[in-house]
C-alpha cells in the first residue's frame, strides 16, 4: 500500500483485538470507536490488531471507492497466472492481490481572540480499494466459484482493516491537534498542525507496513486461492 505524502497517514501495532463500534450520528456523519453514546444503535466491527481508541466527532469517514483490475481463467492455476500479471505492485515490485490507499485531508480555523487556539476542525477520511474482478465466473465450476468467493471476502476483509487504520489514525490526529492548546500566535500553532500531521503519518505508515508483513498481505487472513 501506498502512501501521497502529501496528506496523512495510517495504522496499526498492538497485538490485542479490540472492540470497535460503527455509528451515525444526528447528522448523518459516520463515527467509529470503542464507545459509541448509550443514545445511538451502534453496530460492531471486528478490528485485529488495532488498539481502542475513543472516536473524535471531528472525524468524518468518506465512502471507500472500489476499482478493479481484470482476471480471467477458468482453474486456480489460471487464476492465478492472470493475477501475477494484472495484479498492482508492491513497494517491493512484487504483485499484490489487492492495494488499499487512504488519505487524511484535515482543515482547521483558528480563535485568535487570546493567543491562538484551534477553533474548528475537520479530518476526512479517503479510502481506495483496488481489487480483482474474476471476468469468467459465470462459466466456472461451482467448486472454483466457491473458492474465489472465500478469497475475496478474505482478501477485502484485509483491505478493510487498511482502511480502519486509516479511521483510528484520523481519531489519533483530531485529539491531538485538540490537545495543543494555545500557542502565542496562528503561525506558530499553524506550524505546530503541521508538524504533528508530519510525525502521525510517518507512524501510521510505519504500522500499516507492519500489517501487511504480520498479515502476508492477507494470506493469513485466509486471503489465499487455491
Not at 134 to 144: G, M, S, V
Not at 203 to 213: H, N, P, T
Request: proline share 6%; hydrophobic share 40%.
Amino acid at each position: 500500500m501506498k502512501f501521497p505524502l502529501a496528506w496523512l497517514l495510517l495504522p496499526l501495532c498492538l497485538a490485542v483485538d479490540a472492540q470497535v463500534f460503527k455509528w451515525t450520528d444526528a447528522q448523518g456523519k459516520v463515527h467509529y470507536g470503542d464507545q459509541p453514546p448509550m443514545d445511538v444503535k451502534a453496530q460492531e466491527m471486528k478490528i485485529t490488531r488495532i488498539p481502542p481508541e475513543a472516536p473524535s466527532p471531528d472525524v468524518e469517514v468518506a465512502p471507500v471507492a472500489i476499482d478493479h483490475y481484470p482476471v480471467r481463467g477458468l482453474s486456480v492455476d489460471a487464476i492465478g497466472a492472470a493475477m501475477q500479471r494484472a495484479a498492482p505492485k508492491g513497494e517491493d515490485g512484487d504483485p499484490v492481490w489487492a492495494q488499499a490507499s487512504w488519505s487524511l485531508d484535515y482543515r482547521f480555523g483558528f480563535d485568535d481572540s487570546k493567543g491562538c487556539r484551534i477553533d474548528t476542525l475537520s479530518v476526512l477520511v479517503s479510502t481506495r480499494l483496488r481489487m480483482p474482478e474474476w471476468l469468467d465466473r459465470e462459466k466456472a465450476a461451482d467448486e472454483l466459484q466457491g473458492k474465489w468467493a472465500a478469497f475475496y471476502r478474505a482478501l477485502l476483509a484485509h483491505e478493510e482493516g487498511h482502511r480502519d487504520n486509516g479511521i483510528r489514525a484520523a481519531n489519533d490526529l483530531a485529539r491531538k491537534i485538540r490537545k495543543l492548546g494555545s500557542a502565542r500566535d496562528c503561525a506558530t500553532l499553524d506550524r505546530d498542525v503541521r508538524e504533528l500531521g508530519g510525525r502521525i503519518t510517518r507512524e501510521y505508515e510505519l504500522v500499516d507496513q507492519d500489517y501487511d508483513r504480520s498479515t502476508g498481505h492477507g494470506a493469513t487472513q485466509g486471503a489465499t486461492l487455491r
